[in-house]
Every structure is written in structure tokens, then in C-alpha cells.
């Protein structure tokens, strides 16, 4: 069936840095892939998107990369802060159902 | 205020015992979905609605029944509950009929424990 990895499950950077979330799929027809942030004992939320006819995507220190042929969308955040703290998911649509594959999740954490 | 409610919001019951969670927004979103969070394995849909009256199932249904009689509403029904189905569930909208390229908005959760 179809599938999202998703890689690191943990990363630790420090303030200031970049971080960098990698998520492959295996559905080729996939259109949609969200990104979401969820704090600790909180809901998920949507911090961007990007669909499949577009390959980058920026929102300030946020930005999202596709590259359709490799099967692969990543997240970038640069100048990470402590709030930037928390489990991020990425998620594809298949195409043809309006069915959401999430990959496991990251970790993240900002060393002060 | 725009929201999705999930009541309840924690729930401790026995194996076998029916139970409902209850989803509601009040966005007149079209698109409704069901997802359970369990550690290391991220979230899972369980169901989804694209309208009234239109269900379809998502990557783990088994053991979970839903409905869409109303637009606003999307209950969640465990006939028999299992231990395996102590979980986190979430709930989640999105508006229109391009449910594909818009934001899901996400309830507030319900910790369910199967005893």
C-alpha cells in the first residue's frame, strides 16, 4: 500500500542553525504534501504546503522542496528558535481518494 | 470562534463496551477525518467524508464505524472496543470540494484507554 517515510526521528540542533526534515513516498501519483508542527500535548498544525506542480515553497525561515521524480519533499528551517521545539509530520495525498499518508513524525529539539 | 470539538476528551473503558466520540465544527467544512496517534507510528487516518452521506475509508479502519448524517457532524463509533484501540484520536475539517489542497484544522483530541 502506499507509504511515507519519513527521516530523522529525532534531530537536535543548535538555536540558530538549520534543520532539515526528509520525507519520501511511494504512490507517484501523490498531488498534496502538508507539513505539519505539533507541541507537546497539543493538536497538530498545518505550518505549510506544497503541491505537486510547484518544486519550492517559502513562508520566512520556513521552506519546502518537491522533486517528483525522486519521490521526495523535505522541510527546511533556517535560524531555528527554542519555540521551533516539536514533532513535525509530513503527509501525502493520494491522488484519485482524498486519503492522507503521514510519515511517523520528528523530533525536534533547539538547543539554547 | 472557528473550531472542531471532540468530546470526550478523555476515556477510560472496557473491552467490548460500545462507545462514541463525537466530532462537530462549525466551519461548514465539507471534508471531515479520523485519525488515531500511537507512538513511533505517527497518525494514522482511520476514515474520512468528503460530503454528507459520502464515507470512505482510510488506512486503518478496521474496528471503527462512522457516519455523516450531517454536514457538521462526524461521530466516531467502536462497537467492541479492543486494547488495541487505546490510542490518541484526533479529529480534523477542511473546507470545500478541493479537500486535497486545503488546510485540515484539528480538534482537540481524545485519549481513549481500552481496559
Known amino acids: 500500500g502506499e507509504n511515507v517515510e519519513q527521516h530523522p526521528s529525532t534531530l537536535s540542533v543548535q538555536e540558530g542553525d538549520s534543520a532539515v526534515i526528509k520525507c519520501t513516498y511511494s504512490?507517484?501519483?501523490?498531488?498534496?504534501f502538508p507539513w505539519y508542527k505539533q507541541e507537546l500535548g497539543k493538536r497538530p498544525q498545518l505550518i505549510i504546503d506544497i503541491r505537486s506542480n510547484v518544486g519550492e515553497k517559502k513562508d520566512q525561515r520556513i521552506a519546502v522542496t518537491l522533486n517528483k521524480t525522486a519521490k521526495h519533499f523535505s522541510l527546511h528551517i533556517t535560524e531555528t528558535q527554542p519555540e521551533d521545539s516539536a514533532v513535525y509530520f509530513c503527509?501525502?495525498?493520494?491522488?484519485?481518494?482524498?486519503?492522507?499518508?503521514f510519515g511517523t513524525g520528528t523530533r525536534l529539539k533547539v538547543l539554547a | 470562534e472557528a473550531q472542531v470539538t471532540q468530546n470526550p476528551r478523555y476515556l477510560i473503558t472496557v473491552t467490548g463496551k460500545k462507545l462514541t466520540v463525537t466530532c462537530s465544527q462549525n466551519?461548514?467544512?465539507?471534508?471531515m477525518s479520523w485519525y488515531r496517534q500511537d507512538p513511533g507510528l505517527g497518525l494514522r487516518q482511520i476514515y474520512y467524508s468528503m460530503n454528507v452521506e459520502v464515507t470512505d475509508k482510510g488506512d486503518v479502519p478496521e474496528g471503527y464505524k462512522v457516519s455523516r448524517k450531517e454536514k457538521r457532524n462526524f461521530p466516531l463509533i467502536l462497537e467492541s472496543p479492543s486494547p488495541n484501540q487505546t490510542s490518541l484520536y484526533f479529529c480534523a475539517s477542511s473546507p470545500g470540494r478541493q479537500a486535497s489542497y486545503n488546510e485540515q484544522f484539528f480538534g482537540p483530541g481524545t485519549r481513549l484507554t481500552v481496559l
Open positions: 466551519m461548514n467544512h465539507e471534508y
Open positions: 504512490d507517484s501519483a501523490s498531488n498534496y
Open positions: 503527509a501525502a495525498l493520494t491522488s484519485g481518494t482524498y486519503k492522507y499518508i
